[in-house]
């Protein structure tokens, strides 16, 4: 059987809301990459995760002016994160985990609505950018990557945070002692940084006493 292979182009007059080719390709058989998607206008969710896609993310992609989800974990891609992401103006869900995509993360301060973001098993680095903007944020996977310097203190403005792992990392500096605060937190991993370790303590304490039900790994 001829192995199925993802097309050099999409043809737009689908008229697609929904993208869904998770799991369609042998590994090995999809190495062309990521066709252009810039004329999907109309697009609500892209999902490719779980192939053998390799190449780069798509530097046309804030054509797809409606997207909301947009799913390329477990795959082959490389490269840097294209500013026009930035421009994903509607993103709740953003997943790139488990490729080999490198560089900093700051345009995702631009996605306001986004809910969910997941970034983990990468070789993603540089420090932390200020999260304060995404008011939405519920989950946040940063694990397994490159990032260094201090785990911003905009995390503890979070409200609606539920997951917080960023283990695995190069991260240092202080804990915030804000992450008390996150009311809705229900899991949090910072292991494997090299954050101070009195720092850990103090948040250790403060999180078992605030929030007993969390399950903390610190």
């Known amino acids: 059987m001829t192995p199925l292979l993802l097309p050099e182009y999409l043809p737009v ?9 998770s799991c369609c390709f042998e590994k090995g058989n999809c190495a062309i990459g990521i066709p252009p998607l810039g004329a999907l206008d109309e697009i609500h ?16 992609i804030n054509g797809c002016r409606e997207l909301e989800r947009f799913d390329v974990s477990n795959n082959f891609l490389t490269g840097k994160l294209p500013g026009a992401f930035a421009r994903l103006s509607n993103i709740t869900d953003l997943n790139l985990s488990s490729n080999t995509l490198q560089g900093p ?16 098993h990468n070789k993603f680095d540089g420090k932390l950018p200020n999260l304060e903007s995404l008011f939405f944020l519920a989950e946040v996977r940063l694990n397994d990557n490159h990032f260094g310097g201090p785990l911003p203190d905009s995390v503890t403005t979070l409200e609606n945070m539920t997951i917080l792992e960023v283990q695995d990392n190069y991260m240092t500096g202080d804990v915030p002692i804000g992450l008390k605060k996150l009311k809705q ?11 101070d370790r009195y720092s850990l303590a103090e948040c250790r304490i403060s999180l078992e006493k605030h929030l007993p039900n969390c399950v903390r790994n610190i």
Do not use: A, R
């Not at 190449?55 to 046309?60: A, E, F, I, S, T």
């Not at 993360?105 to 983990?120: A, D, R």
């Open 105 to 120: 993360i700051t345009m995702v301060t631009e996605l306001n609505k986004l809910c969910y973001l997941n970034v983990s």
């Open 45 to 60: 969710q892209i999902d490719l995760s779980n192939n053998s896609i390799g190449g780069d993310l798509p530097y046309d």
């Open 13 to 21: 007059e689908l008229d697609y809301l929904y993208l869904f080719l």
């Open 185 to 195: 937190l229900t899991k949090i991993d910072l292991t494997n940084n090299k954050f």
